[in-house]
């Protein structure tokens, strides 16, 4: 399956959010598949590493492959890096992003087994592309009035909604809901533990279980 995590706003917290997603995945593969499977986790906007406490990978990755314009699947395999058992990370490559061959990568990806993609900043033609081909396209949305009008003029509809709960907000599950026309899918919560995770490094070898139990539910 093709998962990807998209916004119509930066700082909303997608691409910690989909590195949740692949490392609960992750979690689920049985442990004598994952020397010949797993999750691949895609990175269409430079931040993945970090997110998930791992050195910045070396050499080409998608940037790389997405100007070749003969580069094939098995090629875009041969990217991968190694997070852990049952994760593997197709870095973001040299920059800048192509604008264009989103849909080629969807394919290529397609063939991988279970992908979680972050599809980078919001109106990435790749990412959107991406999004657009995906089996279950995921919107992160934090309860923000301005994030959920850029919602709803959005190019593409999504699957349903993460939504990242925050206190003292207006909005909540039920007016993005009724706004949007679609499901919340999962809830995250607004929590110390999970934001000391991220600034710590700790998301690929102790993902918080509020953040697992969440980011679970979505797929």
């Known amino acids: 399956m093709l998962i990807a995590c998209w916004s119509v706003k930066g700082g909303s917290g997608t691409t910690v959010t989909a590195a949740a997603l692949s490392v609960a995945l992750a979690n689920g593969v049985p442990d004598r598949r994952r020397r010949a499977s797993g999750v691949v986790l895609v990175d269409l906007g430079g931040d993945l590493p970090a997110a998930l406490g791992v050195p910045e990978p070396s050499g080409p ?26 994760l593997h ?22 063939g991988m087994g279970s992908v979680v993609v972050d599809c980078g900043a919001p109106g990435s033609p790749v990412g959107l592309a991406v999004a657009g081909s995906a089996a279950l396209s995921l919107l992160v949305l934090r309860p923000c009035y301005l994030a959920l009008r850029r ?25 993005v809901e009724d706004v949007l026309g679609l499901p919340v899918r999962a809830v995250v919560p607004h929590h110390d533990g999970i934001s000391r995770s991220v600034d ?4 690929a070898a102790r993902l918080p279980r509020q953040l697992e139990r969440a980011v679970r539910s979505a797929a």
């Open 89 to 110: 990370l197709l870095p973001f490559g040299s920059g800048p992003m192509p604008t264009t061959g989103g849909e080629r990568l969807a394919l290529a990806l397609g």
């Open 151 to 175: 919602a709803l003029r959005a190019p593409l509809k999504a699957s349903g909604v993460i939504f990242i709960d925050e206190p003292g907000r207006a909005l909540g599950v039920g007016d």
């Open 200 to 203: 710590a490094g700790l998301l």
């Open 61 to 86: 990755g998608v940037c790389e492959w997405l100007s070749s314009a003969d580069a094939d699947a098995d090629a875009l395999a041969r990217l991968l890096h190694d997070v852990r058992p049952g």
